[in-house]
């Protein structure tokens, strides 16, 4: 008997889910940084979330 399993989506979730907690852990010590890096940093990090979100929706489709 075989057995074809396509485990590609599995890992491409799981992936996601860590990139995103990733972005979710730099959020959080945004605070310990100087006002200028918070200012710089923040847009992209949460440009990187909502790009990493959308992501997720789509492959739940």
Do not use: K
Request: glycine share 2%; no cysteine; proline share 3%.
């Amino acid at each position: 008997m075989e057995f074809s399993f396509d485990f590609q989506p599995v890992y491409q979730h799981h992936d996601l889910l860590i990139e995103l907690g990733r972005v979710e852990m730099a959020m959080d010590y945004l605070e310990e940084r100087s006002e200028n890096e918070r200012q710089a940093l923040r847009p992209r990090l949460l440009s990187r979330m909502s790009r990493l979100r959308d992501e997720l929706a789509r492959l739940a489709i």
